[in-house]
């Protein structure tokens, strides 16, 4: 039976996540606590907005209310990378060569590794950045579409539309694939050599929570009394093809999913605090965790693959070991 190493801190956990193997929970009051040989905190930003896993570069990307970017480091220093005066920062990622990008307002920045800062504005306020898993580019979630940008080049940026609001966006690991969530209860994406649209409804809440399993076969979400989890191993992505559904609970909603690194397996996170795994090919499932205090809302495999962290929006977290 898998074991928990509960910890209870006070407030919102934004992200829960590994660096260098230990466990890190980036609350929304900005503190960031560890547990490395107990228990340790170190303050970031004034009121924490979103937070990026860099895993290059072993460090934490958080953006917040007081218009800044921060990174922490694995050894758990603080260092301020760049500012947007007065405006919220609503979205960071973190990207190659440690280049970061987030947003305020309707414009979107990347600050490359040597301080210099590019802008990017837009018509309407920037919902969520992702970088490209290959090559120095960007995308924008926004009204009506996303928009793609190369920061090192000069050129027209390239747009896809698709009426509604954009809230978040991701790639697939191949980089075939532009995947946004929307305002509506509904997925969209975009083939990305061709522009083919790809639509992804029929969830009855919004998608909060978005994971690529191993090699980008698969991309699982939340939104549903299961884990939603569209096949992409086709040309043209999951068009034509229906979802596995993974999890499903009659009296409680997927928050968080996370893909397990490297087989095909998914922990599922419920808004009751329960937390389970299950494997696609045979849909068999594991508990991990009974139910808790608040929904689950950040997940993370660690390099060994037996050890999950979360964190919970009441601020029940802790540590999943799967192996005990």
């Not at 801190?9 to 606590?33: I, S």
């Not at 992804?200 to 994971?211: C, T």
Request: hydrophobic share 45%; aromatic share 8%.
């Amino acid at each position: 039976m898998p074991t928990v190493a509960p910890l209870d801190l006070e407030g919102h956990c934004v992200a829960a996540v590994f660096l260098n193997d230990v466990p890190f929970f980036a609350m929304a009051d900005g503190a960031v606590h560890r547990l490395d040989h107990g228990h340790k905190t170190v303050q970031a930003n004034d009121g924490l907005l979103a937070v990026a896993h860099d895993e290059t570069n072993k460090r934490l990307v958080t953006g917040g209310e007081d218009g800044k970017v921060f990174a922490v480091k694995a050894d758990g220093t603080a260092e301020e990378l760049a500012s947007a005066g007065r405006k919220w920062i609503t979205s960071v990622a973190a990207g190659p060569q440690g280049a970061v990008a987030f947003g305020a307002g309707r414009s979107a920045f990347v600050r490359f590794n040597d301080g210099k800062v590019k802008e990017f504005t837009h018509p309407r306020s920037v919902e969520g950045v992702a970088f490209a898993p290959k090559g120095l580019r960007i995308a924008v979630a926004r009204y009506n579409g996303a928009t793609l940008h190369f920061p090192a080049a000069e050129g027209k940026p390239v747009e896809l539309e698709w009426a509604g609001a954009h809230t978040g966006v991701t790639f697939s690991p191949d980089g075939n694939f532009l995947v946004t969530t929307m305002q509506e209860n509904a997925l969209h994406g975009w083939k990305l050599a061709d522009g083919k649209h790809m639509r992804m409804s029929g969830y009855p809440a919004k998608v909060k929570s978005l994971s690529w399993a191993a090699k980008g076969r698969w991309l699982a979400s939340s939104g549903a009394p299961a884990a939603i989890v569209w096949p992409f191993q086709a040309k043209d992505g999951p068009m034509g093809k229906a979802p596995l559904e993974l999890g499903t609970r009659g009296d409680a909603m997927v928050t968080c999913v996370a893909c397990h690194p490297s087989q095909e397996v998914v922990a599922i996170g419920y808004d009751d605090g329960m937390v389970l795994a299950s494997r696609f090919a045979d849909q068999k499932e594991v508990l991990l965790r009974r139910p808790g205090k608040g929904a689950v809302n950040s997940m993370m495999w660690d390099r060994e693959e037996r050890r999950i962290v979360f964190g919970s929006a009441a601020g029940d977290c802790g540590v999943i070991d799967i192996a005990a």
